[in-house]
């Protein structure tokens, strides 16, 4: 009787389960200038079943896309007011489980150039049309196998000689 009691212990002191409230871990495109509309995707978990999106500040409207939702990936619009500020701002998706942490955003003074490939090597570069550009807009993807060097000489981790 007294082992079983025991047992019993953690098993009431857990309580009920709770659902777990969205989170985001990235945006991408993670914004643009004044007066553009930048159509992006937040990645994240439990993103399914957005019901609003907050955005700080001014200028910046967010609304969530009908279309191509799921637990880890949710497509917004940005449109983004042509008397915007220059800056950070942060959005937030809500769901009947809660509030997600903050996610980041930019209006800045130019458009971000998009990363293309290939452009894996110093013969292959990708080509800007425009200058000024702020950055080049990319993501990292995990990689198999060998990867190309980043300076001449110098090989990064996993690959080959």
């Known amino acids: 009787m007294r082992a079983s009691l025991f047992?019993?212990?953690?098993?009431l002191a857990a309580g009920?389960?709770?659902?777990?409230?969205p989170s985001i871990s990235g945006v991408f495109p993670?914004?643009?200038?004044?007066?553009a509309t930048v159509q992006s995707a937040v990645a994240g978990a439990n993103l399914a079943e957005v019901q609003a999106v907050l955005v700080s500040g001014s200028g910046v409207r967010v609304e969530?896309?009908?279309?191509?939702?799921?637990a880890t990936a949710c497509p917004v619009k940005l449109?983004?007011?042509p008397s915007a500020e220059p800056g950070l701002r942060e959005i937030r998706l809500i769901t009947a489980k809660g509030a997600s942490n903050a996610g980041r955003i930019w209006v800045g003074g130019y458009a971000p150039v998009l990363?293309?490939?290939?452009?894996e090597s110093f013969s292959q570069p990708?080509?800007?049309?425009?200058?000024?550009?702020?950055?080049?807009?990319g993501q990292t993807r995990r990689r198999t196998g060998t990867t190309t060097p980043s300076t001449?000489?110098?090989?990064?981790?996993?690959?080959s000689p």
């Not at 047992?7 to 098993?11: G, K, S």
């Open 64 to 70: 969530k896309e009908p279309m191509g939702a799921s």
């Open 16 to 21: 009920p389960a709770l659902a777990q409230a």
């Open 126 to 137: 990708q080509p800007i049309e425009k200058t000024p550009a702020p950055f080049a807009a």
């Open 30 to 35: 993670p914004g643009g200038p004044p007066g």
């Open 79 to 81: 449109t983004i007011d």
């Open 115 to 119: 990363e293309k490939e290939p452009n």
């Open 152 to 159: 001449p000489g110098r090989a990064r981790r996993g690959s």
């Open 7 to 11: 047992a019993l212990v953690p098993l």
